[in-house]
């Protein structure tokens, strides 16, 4: 009773600090409008458990904080109260520390959804008080099986399996273990309870169809829960009794030194069935009457059996939840005994259930698919075959049809780009099913829900194909300060998830100034390869007239001292500096650049 009274002068308390509390925080926005101070998160509160009776702390940062720090639990004002509700830093009015400490946490009074508020609201966090659940419960046909119970089956036939763990908050976690610790794909869901809308119940559904593997074997119920005691989870087990058919075999090594048409063959019929089976034998339709061996004097081909599919499954639409694991099963007949394939088709290639390019993954009859993700969605076929007289038989199964479920999960992207002063977008791609049902992108203060426009910044409808969605976020005139981390929460019924894209905005250059100074240079080269080409010219001239000034002196030299005729000395010598002068001017790298007409001397009278 003390503790009840406490508890309504608490509830008190606080509803008479409503009113006073809505004032403080009107006056808190004012402040912080005028002050032009912007304000945001370093810390927000985040989900927390909290046993009975323990303290609980909720975090809270505020950069720049203006106001004054205040807590709503359930959309309701909290007031401070001492040994109950008390500021985790005691100079709260100083600092940007609004994290809050709840004394002596209780169920009734402190479960629920709690915000921080200043000039701004933060996300609402989950303060859960702990309640151990009542132990787990199976349900089988609608009854309920003690533990240590056996249940009876038909191998191959479809069955549900029910494990309830109700009163318990948060809800338990619940899975179901096949012997040996092999853990078995389920779905589960959390329901409150009607009497106790704060407590949870939690119900694990099993959909399996079991095989002879599965007689005698346990099936084990698991719990988890904080509040157990170590190791934090309780069990309940049954076990299973299957009826299941006979089956046919014959001694391997007698079938590897078969001759046709001199070896004889005794097949067994093994009557290991649950419950035991009576057996006989069968060929062509027609009934054999033996002791239950059947003997082949002579075989022959005949005697061969191409393949045959006789069970696929678990079934042909299996669902499994997102990261769980998947077994599907291939069984066949024939003579010799077929081997298997299995071949996947992504569900973006097959079309109207036939599966129109699929690839090889398998060469088992059991197929093992470990934590499933949405890109193994599709169909599966199963191909069986043997050889018959050295030519391939085989027999292809109906396709089984796999759909992933859970909450959304993104393709790895991290960055985006653009130029300042353009529209600049950045996309995320997500796969989910079912499709999201709330989706809005969060950067610095500003949060844009999915589809809606606000100033520069657009987003866009989702664009869905084959359960994966594009969000875009469009920003106009992009400027550097739009440089940053923007986040997109996307959920639906399963869950939620986060994605972070990193803009890089460049800053546009001036190439005018560039372009001149191209232009200079280009000018500057061309200038000078003019003046080369002017002096290489000249000094080519320049060469050419001193060799010919050179044999002028010659030749009056000579034709003073010789009694030859002038006129034929001149024309020897004419014709020797006419060949040293094309020598020269194919030879001289000045001369390779200028060709001059003949200068032709006359002898001085």
Known sequence: MPGREADKKIFAETNNMLEKSNKVLTVAETAATLTGGLQ?????????????????????????KRGICSWQKDNKPVGMYRGKYEWASPRVAMTSDCSLRIRSAKLHIDDGQWRCQDALSSQPAILAVRVAPQIPRIYYNGSRVLTDHSVTLAAGSKTTIFCEVRYGNPPAHVEWLLEKGQVIAWSQTNTSEVDQPRLWAARAVLEMIPTRATHRKQLVCRAHHPSYPPPYYKDVHIIFDVKFATI???????????????????????GDGNPKPNVWWTKDGQRIVTDGNLIIVTVTRNDSVPPKITWIGPRLSVNANLHSHVNLECKADGNPAPTYQWYFCPKSLANNNICLDGYLISSASKLQIFNVTYFQRGKYVCIAKNYIGGEERIHKSKAITLNV?????????????????????????????????????????????????????????????????????????????????????????????????????????????LIAAVLVAVLLVLLLCLILRCRRKRDTIDYKITKLDRYAEHLHASTACSHRSPVMHIARLQAKADLETEENFYSSPIALQTRHPRVILQPSV
């Open 40 to 64: 945001r998160f370093l810390e927000e509160p985040t989900y927390t458990e909290v046993n009975p009776g323990e303290d609980a702390l909720l975090k809270c940062r505020i950069s720049d």
């Open 248 to 270: 046919v075999g014959a001694d391997e090594e007698g079938l590897s030194t078969l001759e046709e048409g001199l070896s004889s063959l005794t097949l067994n019929c093994k």
């Open 405 to 513: 479920f859970g909450p959304p999960i993104g393709i790895d992207i991290r960055t985006a780009e653009g130029w300042q002063g353009s529209t600049a977008s950045v996309h995320v791609t997500v796969c989910s099913d079912p499709s999201p049902t709330m989706a809005y992108w969060f950067w610095g203060r500003f949060r844009l829900d999915v589809p809606s426009e606000i100033d520069r910044y657009k987003a866009y409808q989702k664009e869905g194909k084959d359960d994966c969605y594009l969000y875009t976020l469009s920003i106009g005139d992009v400027q550097s300060s739009d440089a940053g981390d923007y986040l997109l929460r996307v959920g639906n019924d399963k869950g939620f998830s986060s994605h972070a894209i990193s803009l890089k905005v460049h800053e546009r250059t001036n190439v005018a100034p």
